[in-house]
């Protein structure tokens, strides 16, 4: 059995989704991949990389959880709240992104671990949403993410293109069913690339 942990906010929990144990993409990967597989939803709602963030990932009990069930595969997508004005350093960013990426991969497993740079971040009402910023998200954290799986030569999964509008996600953040499939069908796709 092959364990993936599936590590983010609440675009990986499935906030705005009627059933998330069902409907977020972690479930629906599960389906995706079959028996041989066990995938495990570690998302945290308003979740941030940066240790000192308004929600810090690594303050959760999911972060702690996630380490403690030693998975093969850890799948990363976290950046999309580091773009509140309040949470974004570009240096503190890095730093604690990469430190995290390391908890992973010092883990006894020695899982496969995958970066994803997330989706990008609509505007649907020519403001933002939840205080969270598309440019620094470009401009900052998607490549701070490239650059940090170039480094330690990691995989990475950018998600950039996957959505070119807010039509799957009514506030232009989160992903509504289509939206959430169309995401774990990107990350299965990737998965089992040769």
Not at 167 to 177: I, K, S
Request: aromatic share 10%; hydrophobic share 40%; charged share 25%.
């Amino acid at each position: 059995m092959i364990r993936i942990a599936c590590i983010g906010d609440s675009i990986t929990w499935g906030f705005t989704l009627l059933n998330p144990g069902k409907q977020s993409y972690p479930a629906l990967l599960a389906e995706m991949l079959g028996a041989d597989y066990t995938v495990r939803n570690f998302g945290f709602n308003d979740a941030a990389a940066r240790f000192d963030a308004d929600t810090p990932y690594v303050k959760k009990r999911v972060y702690r959880r996630s380490l403690e069930w030693n998975p093969d595969i850890v799948i990363i997508m976290l950046g999309t709240n580091d773009t509140k004005h309040r949470n974004w350093d570009p240096e503190i960013f890095r730093r604690d992104y990469s430190n995290l990426v390391d908890s992973y991969l010092q883990l006894p497993s020695k899982p496969r671990v995958i970066l994803v740079a997330p989706i990008r971040i609509f505007l649907p009402l020519k403001m933002p949403i939840l205080g969270l910023y598309p440019d620094i998200l470009e401009t900052g954290v998607r490549p701070a993410i490239l650059e940090i799986s170039a480094e330690k030569g990691l995989e990475v999964l950018d998600l950039k293109d996957l959505f070119t509008d807010s039509g799957y996600m009514m506030d232009g953040v989160h992903p509504q069913r289509k939206g959430a499939r169309m995401l774990a069908e990107a990350i299965f796709t990737f998965l089992n690339r040769e």
